[in-house]
């Protein structure tokens, strides 16, 4: 039973993690109820920063040339990547710590491929046959008669066929592989591959399966950006750590049920070092970054004010650069972002995420020539006119809480995992998608195989909702961000908000997956199956 008290009475549950946004104004998320563990975590603050070089993960080198399975008689790269266990330092004072990783150390493998150019990927599974983190056998897909130990990989944001996209009960288990097809029939961006296994992928990906991918083209090629050495990837991920330097994942009061909400890491890291430095010279950079944490938001800004201008989103490369000087972004958001370390030689500048500092910039006191460009425009990104959307889908965002206002879980349109589909596109037809979120939460909502265009979002009350079906306003409608106006596959679905996406179902029919980013929602039925259906299909 809702009532508009409980709405009210749930601010006394919010945390500190409060998210801004320029028009909508304040939203937070619920404090998990997370059990302190018996042996407190590490305080990373007892661990000095900035004494570790900032690791750039190794490409992956393919490892002969294979048949195309497309049956264009073309050879493309095949790889052969190990998921695997090892133990590395993630700081100079910390032990060493048991990671889950795509290769031979962390940060994984880092593929580079071109638009349109096809590659083989065998991932194999050569992980232990225990789980070293908690797993919860109550939820969905994750029970005491399955294997602890299970994996599939998602190439995320990927337009990939069905039977390569990494199906989350398409998992299989240690000394077993499957080999996927990545046509890479898209623009120039970074994606990047991660578990996605039933039940479990929060544990798997918070122990480190999970890695980059860059897709490069010809009119990426023709900007003159920085590249080579001065193009730096950069993951931003956030996790808690045992004192003997192993990685603590939160638990909830029942031994039955362990799943926590949310989880939030005390300690920063960015390509798997605790607040590590990169010597920079004085002169433009182009930095790749990933939200790559199970459910932090990052709100990214440099600690003496400076401008970044970013020149890409999730899909690609913005009309034009944008000037900020802060950027938000969702987990499982990416951002391709300039900073020109020129006016600063001999500076030493931190990437801060609000009061956290992520990573220092040491800017070198020499001057250097930069041949590299930002140029004025980038690549066009026409708007998709709504009119060519042949449906519109009301789907709202829920959340269940037991008597104490803790949460049990959320759902999308308030339909689990196990119902049938009911989101069912034609090939090649646009939909708009609204997403009507009704909980406290901001929920980045990814579907996979596509691109897509956001709206608009306007703010409603969810007790009128909720209550009588009705749907009042209490904003005016509120455009995009200017740092949304490129091809996005996340979005953040605000709290109280109705968030629109319009998106083109295509290049490929089939079983896919919609769901939140937030990995403890996704792993706890917040997710979906969708199909999309031949052309000529009836919608
Ligand atoms: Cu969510």
Known sequence: MITRRRFLGQSALLTAGAYAHPNLGQTKQIRPHVVPPVIPNIDPDSLTAFVDPLPIPPVARPVERRAAPDGSGAHVPYYRVSMRAISQKLH????????????????????????????????????????????????????????????????????????SDGYPEDWYVPGQSRTFYYPNRQDATLLWYHDHAM????????????????????????????????????????????????????VSANPERPWVPEVFGDAQLVNFRLRPYLDVEPR??????????????????????????????????LPAPLALKSL?????????????????????????????????????????????????????????????????????????????????????????????????????????????NLTEDVHPIHVHLVRFQILDRRRFDPFDYITAGKLRFTTPVIPPEPSELGWKDTIRAYSRTITRIIIPFTPYAGRYVWHCHILEHEDNEMMRPFEVLPVGSPG
């Open 92 to 163: 100079r004072d910390l032990p060493p710590t048991t990671l889950w990783c795509c290769g031979p150390s962390a940060p994984g493998l880092l593929f580079e491929t071109r638009g349109g150019e096809g590659q083989l990927i065998e991932w194999v599974n050569d992980l232990p046959a225990k789980h070293f983190l908690p797993i919860d056998h109550s939820l969905d897909g994750a029970g005491k008669n399955l294997p602890e130990v299970r994996g599939v990989v998602h190439l995320h944001g990927g337009r990939t066929p069905s039977a």
């Open 328 to 436: 938000e972004l969702a987990p499982a958001e990416r951002a391709d972002v300039i900073i020109d370390f020129a006016p600063f030689r001999g500076a030493k500048i931190q990437l801060m995420s609000q009061p956290f500092q992520l990573l220092q910039f040491r800017v070198g006191s020499s001057p250097v020539s930069d041949p590299s460009s930002l140029p004025a425009a980038l690549r066009p990104v026409p708007r998709i006119p709504e009119s060519s959307a042949v449906r519109t889908r009301r789907l709202t965002l829920d959340e269940s809480l037991n008597m104490v206002a803790e949460s049990m879980g959320m759902l999308l349109n308030k339909t689990p995992w196990r119902a049938p589909i009911t989101e069912k596109p034609v090939l090649n037809t646009t939909e708009i998608w609204e997403l009507v």
């Open 199 to 250: 039940g479990i992928n929060r544990l798997n990906i918070y122990a480190g399966l999970f890695g980059l991918y860059i897709i490069r083209d010809a009119v990426e090629d023709s900007l003159n950006l920085p590249s080579g050495k001065y193009e730096i990837p950069l993951i931003l991920m956030d996790r808690n750590f045992r004192p003997d330097g192993q990685l603590s994942y939160p």
């Open 284 to 317: 433009r950079y182009r930095f790749r970054i990933l939200n790559g944490a199970n459910g932090r938001f990052y709100f990214l800004s440099l600690s003496n004010g400076a401008e970044m201008h970013q020149i890409g989103t999730d899909q690609g490369l």
